[in-house]
Each structure stands twice: as C-alpha cells, then as structure tokens.
C-alpha cells in the first residue's frame, strides 16, 4: 500500500525558511521512473507545481520559484524534503508531496499525500 | 512557460448528463496531458494520464482524448460522486491548468 504523509511546521514567520518533510512508505524513493513531487495550492485556488526529484537524484524546479527551492531525499529513511526560503504571506498553502510516475516524458501523479496548510503571518 | 488553459471555468450539471471539460495548452505538448479529480479538503485524484489512459480504479465513465494542444475530459453520465474540480496537468514543462468546478444543478 502506498502512502505519502507530509510533516512540517503549521505556522511560518515573514522571511523564514520553511522546511517540509515526506515520508513514503509502500516504495523506494530508487524506484526506477517514480519520484516525488511536491505541489501547492492556496486556499480557493489552484494547484502549482513546486519540484520533482527523481529516482537518479536529478532535481527540477519550478522556474518561477527556483531560486528559492531545494529538494532533496534519503533514501534509506524514505523521506523527502523540501525547503523554501525568505517565506511570504502569499506563500500560505496547503503543501502537497505526491508520487510521480514518469516515462519518456510524460509525468503524472498517481498517490497523493493529505496535504499540510502552512500559514505564512508575523 | 507553458500556460494551460480550461474551460468553461465552472458549469452546473444534472446527475446522469455528459459533462465534456476542454483543456488548452500555449503549445504543444503531444499526448503529455493528465487529468485530476479534487473534492473539497481532499488530496487530487489522478482519473486519466497521458491524454486518454484511463488510471486503475477510476470509473469508465471518465474518458480523455485529444493530442498536440486540445485536450478534453467526458463525464458520460454524471454521478452525485462526481461533483468536484477537475484540474489538467501538463508533464512537458509541469504545470496545472486553473480548474473547472462541476456542481449539482
């Protein structure tokens, strides 16, 4: 059974460094053509695509957001993290991590953790 | 970038209508188009990957089509279980299209 859980802090101050952890379990994080992703989406809004890491180790990035992103991942504790710096209110989400299953291409995501709200105020 | 659009961006429907949602790419992205569904306080679903792949689990209601830049997703026969948003996701360059909500008319 494959399950995603997200941990991190609920509340983060203007300016901060935020730092989310996701733990898998049901699947290696060295699976070959799986990764992990991780996904936001405001409240009432849409869902925006934040970073992959693959099974390789090869990281991408959303472009508007990459100077502020770093993934990274254990594979022996089945954790990936994300962090993401100098945190702003427009920043509060809730942050998904989901599984993405990729081939020649095309990347999709098929198991979904529950989400975390993060809310980003002084 | 490539920006996803979708429409109609809500529509109201009746259990047991045909429900069609268009997704529209800026470019082409052949047939790297997937479909999702989310209700209210839940996680997306994944329903059809790879333009018209129908994911394991998911009703055969649900069916995808199109390539290149215009996609489209069938609801044949609306259930009261389907009642959520319907997001699009492209893979070339990862990016969702903005929603379509589907409620009860």
């Known amino acids: 059974q494959v399950t995603l859980k997200e941990s991190g802090p609920v509340l983060v101050k203007p300016t901060e460094t935020l730092t989310l952890t996701c733990t898998v379990s049901?699947?290696?994080?060295?699976?070959?053509?799986?990764?992990v992703s991780w996904i936001r989406q405001p409240p009432g809004k849409a869902l925006e695509w934040l970073a992959h890491?693959?099974?390789?180790?090869?990281?991408s990035y959303s472009t508007s957001l990459k100077s502020r992103l770093t993934i990274s991942k254990d594979t022996s504790k089945s954790q990936v993290v994300l962090t993401m710096t100098n945190m702003d209110p427009v920043d509060t989400a809730t942050y998904y991590c989901?599984?993405?299953?990729?081939?020649?291409?095309?990347?999709?995501?098929?198991?979904w953790g529950q989400g975390t709200l993060v809310t980003v105020s002084s | 970038d490539i920006q996803m659009t979708q429409s109609p961006s809500s529509l109201s429907a009746s259990v047991g209508d045909r429900v069609t949602i268009t997704c529209r790419a800026s470019?082409?992205?052949?047939?790297?188009l997937n479909w999702y569904q989310q209700k209210p306080g839940k996680a997306p679903k994944l329903l059809i990957y790879a333009a018209s792949s129908l994911q394991s689990g998911v009703p055969s209601r649900f069916s995808g089509s199109g390539s290149g830049t215009d996609f489209t997703l069938t609801i044949s026969s609306l259930q009261p279980e389907d009642f959520a948003t319907y997001y699009c996701q492209q893979s070339y360059s990862t990016s969702f299209g903005p929603g379509t909500k589907v409620d009860i008319k």
């Open positions: 989901a599984r993405m299953r990729y081939s020649y291409g095309l990347y999709y995501f098929d198991y």
């Open positions: 470019q082409s992205i052949s047939s790297y």
């Open positions: 890491i693959f099974s390789n180790d090869e990281k």
């Open positions: 049901g699947f290696s994080l060295s699976n070959a053509r799986m990764g």
